[in-house]
């Protein structure tokens, strides 16, 4: 089985994932036939990479919208001793 790397951060899963129930109910109530399908499908789409946390558009355009970790900051060195005041 082949895995796919996340690119896809939480916020834009939670976005991603209640644009697709907002195109399902939308499609359901205000839209028939192939609409409606097509209103099903996109928020299929939408919902299912939401969930998932991948989209293969943004990988091929090669982005990412997970915040990159930041390294550790290393401990505090203590203060060196000043030097002596030149003449």
Avoid: H
């Avoid at 690119?7 to 129930?21: F, H, M, S």
């Avoid at 996109?42 to 355009?61: E, P, R």
Wanted: proline share 7%.
């Amino acid at each position: 089985m082949m895995m796919f790397k996340m690119n896809e951060g939480a916020v834009d899963r939670l976005i991603r994932v209640l644009a697709g129930i907002v195109l399902l109910y939308t499609g359901y109530f205000y839209f028939a036939g192939a609409v409606r399908v097509v209103f099903y499908v996109l928020a299929f789409l939408i919902v299912a990479t939401g969930a998932v946390g991948y989209c293969g558009l943004y990988q091929l355009m090669g982005w990412s919208t997970i915040k990159a970790k930041q390294p550790a900051k290393p401990a505090a060195s203590p203060a060196a001793p000043p030097s002596a005041p030149q003449a």
